[in-house]
T-cell receptor
Framework: KQEVTQIPAALSVPEGENLVLNCSFTDSAIYNLQWFRQDPGKGLTSLLLIQSSQREQTSGRLNASLDKSSGRSTLYIAASQPGDSATYLCAVPSSNTGKLIFGQGTTLQVKP | GAGVSQSPSNKVTEKGKDVELRCDPISGHTALYWYRQSLGQGLEFLIYFQGNSAPDKSGLPSDRFSAERTGGSVSTLTIQRTQQEDSAVYLC?????????????????FGAGSRLTVL
């Protein structure tokens, strides 16, 4: 059974710092891995999707890497801003049908 | 519509009452998913629809939970005889199709959720 774990559960950093969020999964036979952002009281917004054949994906100040063999992904946020404050979730599909297995999330606070 | 719409946004009910949560997916999206987000439990899959049929309802916690979808559009999640442990945010998502998720061809778009509090 696939399990997804995120560390740390919470993170507080001063504005401008570079930071790394970690995601690990127990079954390396994944199709892809997706990072989401969730603001309080809002739904999930997809940030990056990495296919199993890819090593990393970049979007602006965000860079996500994937190491299938070790069952790990990292989300790197460069030059963090207060607007980056949110909960970040990673997820992998359990099959080809969109049923996603989520980690419990990392709640990030970026202080001005 | 432009996005996935869920109602009500907040629902407070008494233990033992029935509740209905509604999801209006993006127009043209044939696949619809229900997830539950509980404190300390993270986000868990409940059920998904492809059209009006539900190929996977393995995540429904008990027989008090049911969902239906009509006309390939709006879906209703019903919880009967609510219990305090049902308190959570219920999230709905839709995608163009339930197939091809592995290729990234169909990305899920989530609604803002319905927060259910059972007193």
């Amino acid at each position: 059974k696939q399990e997804v774990t995120q560390i740390p559960a919470a993170l507080s950093v001063p504005e401008g710092e570079n930071l790394v969020l970690n995601c690990s999964f127990t079954d390396s036979a994944i199709y892809n891995l997706q990072w989401f952002r969730q603001d309080p009281g809002k739904g999930l917004t997809s940030l990056l999707l990495i296919q199993s054949s890819q090593r990393e994906q970049t979007s602006g100040r965000l860079n996500a890497s994937l190491d299938k063999s070790s069952g790990r992904s990292t989300l790197y946020i460069a030059a963090s801003q207060p607007g980056d404050s949110a909960t970040y979730l990673c997820a992998v599909p359990s099959s080809n049908t969109g049923k996603l297995i989520f980690g419990q999330g990392t709640t990030l606070q970026v202080k001005p | 519509g432009a996005g996935v719409s869920q109602s009500p946004s907040n629902k407070v009910t008494e233990k033992g009452k029935d509740v209905e949560l509604r999801c209006d997916p993006i127009s043209g999206h044939t696949a619809l998913y229900w997830y539950r987000q509980s404190l300390g439990q993270g986000l868990e899959f409940l059920i998904y629809f492809q059209g009006n049929s539900a190929p996977d309802k393995s995540g429904l916690p008990s027989d008090r939970f049911s969902a239906e979808r009509t006309g390939g559009s709006v879906s209703t999640l019903t919880i009967q005889r609510t219990q305090q442990e049902d308190s959570a945010v219920y999230l709905c998502a839709s995608s163009l199709s339930s197939q091809g998720i592995s290729s990234g061809a169909n990305v899920l778009t989530f609604g803002a959720g319905s927060r259910l509090t059972v007193l």
